[in-house]
Antibody, heavy 116, light 106 residues
Framework: EVQLVESGGGLVQPGRSLKLSCVASGFTFSNYGMNWIRQAPGKGLEWVAYISSGSSYIYYAETVKGRFTISRDNAKNTLYLQMTSLRSEDTALYYCARGEPPFDYWGQGVMVTVSS | DIQMTQSPPVLSASVGDRVTLSCKAS??????LDWYQQKHGEAPKLLIY???NLQTGIPSRFSGSGSGTDYTLTISSLQPEDVATYYC????????FGGGTKLELK
């Protein structure tokens, strides 16, 4: 069974950093591109970042470019999102999702709240 | 950037109704469009990929169509468990979600 489990969220002050993790199981992680997608409270979905299976291709939404870094460790079946210079508008539920797209499997999400 | 506009924002329908949700792109997206369903408090789920391909395990009452800038998700006979918000997503140029259509029971 494919599983994606996010962790690392929490309450953080504006301007600070936070690193999210997503542990994958039930499939060959190193064969798939992976994504972070977020959803602000009561709002729609926003794609954040993509990393190819071997980390050769990385793309970011303009809203996070230069502040967020996506990475992966295929030996640990883990996807990461390093978030710096956090802003109130980054407050959201962050999902990791498998795919190039389409995004065929999603985690349950981890909440990030940016507030003083 | 390509903008994706979904309509209507909210749709009320009765069980058994044929329901049509619309997604319009600001430019041609060459059928590079997926549909996702998100029930309250849950992660999104892939329904349709590349405009009209039904994801494994999704009921056949769901179907997708479209081309160019105009795309449609159709539910042939609405069921209570279909109450959810539906999002389209384009990946032709950049990667963009539509704003969603919230489907409610009348």
């Amino acid at each position: 069974e494919v599983q994606l489990v996010e962790s690392g969220g929490g309450l953080v002050q504006p301007g600070r950093s936070l690193k999210l993790s997503c542990v994958a199981s039930g499939f060959t992680f190193s064969n798939y591109g992976m994504n972070w997608i977020r959803q602000a409270p009561g709002k729609g979905l926003e794609w954040v970042a993509y990393i190819s299976s071997g980390s050769s291709y990385i793309y970011y939404a303009e809203t996070v470019k230069g502040r967020f870094t996506i990475s992966r460790d295929n030996a640990k079946n883990t996807l990461y999102l390093q978030m710096t210079s956090l802003r109130s508008e980054d407050t959201a539920l962050y999902y990791c999702a498998r795919g190039e797209p389409p995004f065929d499997y999603w985690g349950q999400g981890v909440m990030v709240t940016v507030s003083s | 950037d390509i903008q994706m506009t979904q309509s209507p924002p909210v749709l009320s329908a009765s069980v058994g109704d044929r329901v049509t949700l619309s997604c319009k792109a600001s430019q041609n997206i060459n059928k590079n469009l997926d549909w996702y369903q998100q029930k309250h408090g849950e992660a999104p789920k892939l329904l349709i990929y590349y405009t009209n391909n039904l994801q494994t395990g999704i009921p056949s009452r769901f179907s997708g169509s479209g081309s160019g800038t105009d795309y449609t998700l159709t539910i042939s006979s609405l069921q209570p468990e279909d109450v959810a918000t539906y999002y389209c997503y384009q990946y032709n140029s950049g990667w963009t979600f539509g704003g969603g259509t919230k489907l409610e029971l009348k």
